[in-house]
């Protein structure tokens, strides 16, 4: 544990971090896919969210 290094927002973002949004969901399969972060803060044109995932 002692090797782990802080990431800066611009790493994580590389990696693809919690500051990332995907594309544009339309379907609630698509949305399903996204993590907890994604759900709340990234846009999304789903009509009935929150789906039944």
Do not use: F, R, Y
Request: charged share 20%; with cysteine.
């Amino acid at each position: 544990m002692k090797n782990l290094k802080k990431l800066n927002k611009k790493e994580l973002k590389s990696i693809g971090g919690s500051g990332s949004c995907p594309p544009l969901a339309s379907w609630c399969a698509e949305w399903c896919t996204w993590t907890e972060w994604q759900k709340q803060h990234c846009l999304n044109a789903v009509i009935d969210t929150p789906c039944n995932c």
